[in-house]
């Protein structure tokens, strides 16, 4: 190899080798570089879960039960309308639902066969007693007659009188009007036009507007926590935007109804309360009420044991097992020594969080 060629041998190698080191220099840069770029992604990855929050409150909370019913009489407030003698109707006046004041008219009736020939024998009696009476003084002043048998033959037309004014008085003999001698709504009629009612038979039912209460049918198996005394909050089914009437549970009975298979609750209702008869309404029994510890009902999730709450701390949400106490539709008591009024809870987005994950509040 002549000198020259070995020169360019030389220059060659040289050149070949600082090529290669600028390369591997580029690759391990470029190398590093990528390495902090996916650091930083990585990072700037990490999820943070946005959330609305609420402030656990300690404020009073009632569980209520709800049941539906109707409005009756009060238990012996039922006013009945009935006359002592057998009597054919001939005009009903009234309607059920009807309002009525004292002194007006109900129905027009008459006497039937039976009646009239009890009036007749009625008279008959009479006559016959004081025309006895009146031999009875003659024989008296004789002195044929003792005191005994005068005071016995006044008695006797006294009776006579007696029971012949209490059939005129009725009506028996003559039509005429039944009328009221009480106010009030008409609960029910009775009869009809033509009928014959026997003696006693209740012709018109009247209940006075104020005297009603609410008839509720509660679950068999919710009876346990109704008891006398329980506040009830009344509003009509078909009126919800109404303000509720308050009542006071009164009676529950101890059977199930076999018309509705409902136990019967019987629901004392506010002096002065006004409302129609059969009217159908809800009824919201407070069956407990304290104060306590109080979150929205969103704020829990269920377990298989108990329930599941993200409390708020230094922007990360802390899981927290509680157990749950009195619940109405939208809250719940939250039962938990650790737990404080006004530790904030999440109540939105708290479904896709665990433990120590990383939050932030919306606005």
């Known amino acids: 190899m002549t000198k020259k060629s070995f020169v360019i041998l030389i220059l060659v190698l040289v050149t070949g080798g600082i090529v290669g080191y600028s ?12 390495g902090d770029a996916t650091g930083t992604a990585t990072e700037e990855s990490k999820p943070v879960a946005q959330v609305e929050t609420a402030a656990i409150e300690h404020k009073s909370i009632s569980q ?20 002592s003698f057998e009597s054919r ?11 009525v004041n004292k002194g007006d008219a109900l129905l027009e ?40 048998e005068l005071n016995q033959a006044q008695k006797a037309a006294a009776d006579a009188d007696l029971l012949l004014n209490s059939l005129r008085q009725q009506g028996v003999g003559s039509a005429g009007k039944i009328h009221s001698d009480t106010g009030g709504v008409v609960a029910k009629v009775d009869v009809e036009d033509g009928q014959v009612a026997a003696s006693g038979t209740p012709l018109i039912e009247i209940v006075a507007s104020e005297d009603i209460e609410a008839k509720l049918g509660a679950e068999p198996e919710d009876v346990r926590k109704i008891a006398p005394g329980q ?8 009126d919800p935007g109404s303000p509720a009437i308050e009542g006071t549970v009164r009676l529950v009975t101890q059977r199930v109804n076999p018309t509705d298979r409902l136990v019967d609750v019987f629901v004392s209702l506010s002096p002065g309360t006004r409302l129609l008869l059969a009217a159908y309404v809800r009824g919201e029994i407070a069956i407990a009420s304290r104060e306590t510890l109080v979150v929205p009902r ?23 097992r509680v157990k749950l106490g009195l619940e109405t539709a939208s809250e719940v008591e939250v039962i938990d020594s650790s737990l404080k009024e006004g530790d904030r809870v999440v109540t939105v987005g708290n479904r896709e969080l665990s433990d120590g994950m990383e939050i932030k509040e919306s606005k």
């Open 23 to 34: 390369l591997s220099k580029n690759t391990a840069k470029n190398a590093s570089g990528s």
């Open 64 to 83: 209520t039960l709800a049941a539906y019913g109707g409005v009756v009489a009060a238990p012996g407030k039922t006013h009945f309308m009935a006359v």
């Open 89 to 99: 109707v001939k005009h009903v006046l009234v309607s059920p639902g009807q309002i």
């Open 109 to 148: 009736l008459e006497g039937t066969a039976a009646s009239l020939l009890q009036l007749q024998q009625a008279e008959s009696t009479d006559e016959e007693a004081h025309k006895e009476l009146e031999q009875t003084k003659r024989r008296f002043d004789m002195k044929l007659a003792t005191n005994q």
């Open 231 to 238: 506040k009830v909050g009344i509003s009509l089914v078909n």
């Open 298 to 320: 969103e704020a829990v999730l269920p377990n298989e044991s108990d329930f599941t709450l993200y409390l708020v701390h230094d922007d990360r949400a802390v899981e927290k």
